[in-house]
């Protein structure tokens, strides 16, 4: 089974007329600011507005959400339209890029929806419940050609992508295993009740941060995932998902991770540790890098970038613009459905899976 990674790294060429398939035919686009669309007035549409707004070549028209006060307040706040139904905001605005930061559950269908206005998508992740949901929106996109990326945001992280360039290097020898630990509270009040209904969430910690895990570990080592094995546990008070798990995998490589992750009270942790046949690194992404060559870790200088959101949105303009894949494809946020769904087999059945 054949893996193609992206590297991240992106710059923004701005051509005066450029082709652009869409809805199976091309089209030539005059050099223009890209007009954005956000699907979603949640937290995270904040971080979108504000990259969108920090990001040459792409500005925000509206934002769509059921909640009018939320909706009035980013309107006023960025300039923009506001709409209480996503669907009559695509019809009005025709957005050339549509952000779907709408609960997991609705990622299918209003990604369809935007596709079939023509939008092009900055896909929050999970990029959808499953694997055959993650199907139809690839082959919607593909027969409108429409540009996909998933905001897999691991790719766009200045410590994830120094530590990268470290396992590409072979400074430290060949990648021998990687840990990965991740605990922080997840069944807090203030967390909303769909993210604790596996129906609508796909899954508790890890269809929300595992996907997170699983991605930066197939990023880092440029190898995707083979086999799983798993267990989950519930002891939460609200919801029906699972609120800690422990993965092993297996990378077509051959090096071997793991993923331990807890929702339940104790320190907060997001670190990573690569351990190499001549050394070790650890990360702990957005804040620091570390490596160790025998001795103690010792502190990395860590070149600084954009913010990931901003980087993201620079990656799908010039994605469109020069008429070819992003640097997160569908495809490959299918994969991280793939491996999730392999996952859950595994912790229901106590054997190892593979990944379909």
């Not at 909640?67 to 009005?92: H, P, S």
């Not at 997991?104 to 992740?125: D, T």
């Not at 200088?301 to 010039?318: G, S």
Request: with cysteine; charged share 25%.
């Amino acid at each position: 089974m054949e893996s193609r990674f992206q590297t991240g790294e992106c710059s923004v060429s701005i051509y005066e007329r450029v082709s652009v398939k869409k809805k199976g035919a091309y089209k030539m686009q005059e050099k223009r600011e890209l007009r954005v669309a956000v699907l979603g007035a949640g937290i995270i549409a904040g971080s979108h507005l504000e990259a969108i707004s920090a990001t040459p070549g792409v500005t925000a028209c509206a934002v769509a959400d059921l909640d009018q006060a939320k909706v009035g307040e980013l309107a006023e706040r960025w300039g923009i339209k506001g709409f209480t139904d996503y669907r009559e905001m695509l019809r009005n605005e025709l957005p050339d890029i549509a952000v779907i930061a709408l609960p997991h559950f609705l990622h299918k269908e209003a990604s369809l929806a935007a596709i079939a206005h023509g939008a092009h998508l900055m896909l929050e992740k999970p990029m959808a419940l499953s694997t055959a949901e993650c199907d139809e929106i690839i082959s919607a996109a593909e027969q409108a050609g429409i540009r996909v990326l998933v905001g897999h945001t691991q790719h766009y992280i200045a410590e994830n992508i120094e530590a990268r360039r470290w396992v590409r290097s072979g400074e430290l020898g060949p990648l021998v295993m990687i840990q990965d630990n991740r605990h922080l509270s997840y069944f807090r009040d203030t967390r909303p009740s769909w993210f604790l209904d596996k129906a609508l969430s796909g899954g508790g910690i890890l269809a929300n941060l595992g996907t997170h895990s699983i991605d930066k570990i197939q990023w880092l080592s440029d190898s995707a995932v083979s086999y799983v094995s798993a267990s989950t546990s519930r002891h939460a008070d609200r919801g029906n998902v699972e609120g800690s798990g422990m993965i092993y995998m297996r990378l077509q490589s051959g090096v071997s991770a793991t993923i331990v992750q807890s929702g339940y009270p104790g320190e907060v942790r997001d670190e990573t540790e690569l351990i190499f046949a001549g050394g070790m690194l650890k990360l702990a992404t957005g804040r620091s890098l570390w490596v160790s060559r025998g001795g103690p870790y010792e502190p990395l200088e860590v070149p600084q970038t954009a913010t990931p959101f901003e980087r993201q949105y620079a990656e799908l303009a010039a994605a469109i613009r020069d008429g070819r894949e992003t640097d997160c494809p569908p495809a490959y946020a299918r994969g991280i459905i793939g491996v999730l769904e392999a996952v859950y087999r595994s912790a229901e059945t106590g054997r190892e899976q593979e990944v379909l």
